[in-house]
């Protein structure tokens, strides 16, 4: 059985930084390509990274040269490293395996001004 766990979020203020990461079992990890999704309040969930098994990374536009995604397969996890939060970064964090649709609980991460 497939399980993630996200953990890292929190309140912040703009322009500070958070860490996330996702914790995978159940699962060969370092074949699976994995990805960061958020969902923010009345909006739809949007792809924010990915990184595929051979570690190639995209990112979505709106966090590109802030944020960092990472894995370390040693350790069945995959971070995100988001720098420069800015208000519209709110929502929820979601770690996804693409090729098998599975998904964490989330974890919240809240930006003030």
């Known amino acids: 059985q497939v399980h993630l766990v996200e953990s890292g979020g929190g309140l912040v203020q703009a322009g500070e930084s958070l860490r996330l990461s996702c914790v995978a079992s159940?699962?060969?990890?370092?074949?699976?390509?994995m990805a960061w999704y958020r969902q923010g309040p009345g909006k739809q969930r949007e792809l924010v990274a990915t990184?595929?098994?051979?570690?190639?990374?995209n990112y979505a536009e709106s966090v590109k040269g802030r944020f960092l995604i990472s894995r370390d397969n040693a350790k069945n996890t995959i971070n995100l490293q988001m720098n420069s939060l800015k208000l519209e970064d709110t929502g929820v964090y979601y770690c996804?395996?693409?090729?098998?649709?599975?998904w964490g609980q989330g974890t919240q991460v809240t930006v003030s001004s």
């Open positions: 990184i595929t098994s051979g570690r190639s990374i």
């Open positions: 159940g699962m060969l990890f370092s074949m699976y390509n």
């Open positions: 996804n395996v693409p090729t098998i649709n599975k």
